[in-house]
Nanobody
């Protein structure tokens, strides 16, 4: 089992920044592709960003391109999501997820992921 614990959420004004962290334990973190997802009540979970095992490949949904950055530190078994220029529409519960994929790539489909964190609330006020 791989355990994932998110931190770093909170309340921020529009235009502000937050950095989310997701600490992993229990398995070899460097063999897992990671993703950040977000969900608001009444809507399906959407991929925000994904990163491959090595960190060489990343993906961003269009609405966060140029504002969010996903990164990972395999020595610390942690993946990060730096969120800048936050907007009220970024308000959601953000969760990290891990998948033991077959190649050094990112994964977009939530059904591809095997392990999920409990989520952290991000609220952006206008």
């Amino acid at each position: 089992q791989l355990q994932l614990v998110e931190s770093g959420g909170g309340l921020v004004q529009a235009g502000g920044s937050l950095r989310l962290s997701c600490a992993a334990s229990g398995r070899t973190f460097s063999r897992y592709a990671m993703g950040w997802f977000r969900q608001v009540p009444g809507k399906v979970s959407e991929i925000v960003a994904g990163i491959s095992w090595s960190g060489a490949r990343t993906y961003y949904t269009d609405s966060v391109k140029g504002r969010f950055t996903i990164s990972r530190d395999n020595a610390k078994s942690t993946v990060y999501l730096q969120m800048n220029s936050l907007k009220p529409e970024d308000t959601a519960v953000y969760s990290c997820a891990a998948t033991n994929g077959y190649s050094d790539s990112y994964y977009i489909d939530p059904s591809s992921y095997d392990y999920w964190g409990q989520g952290t609330q991000v609220t952006v006020s206008s």
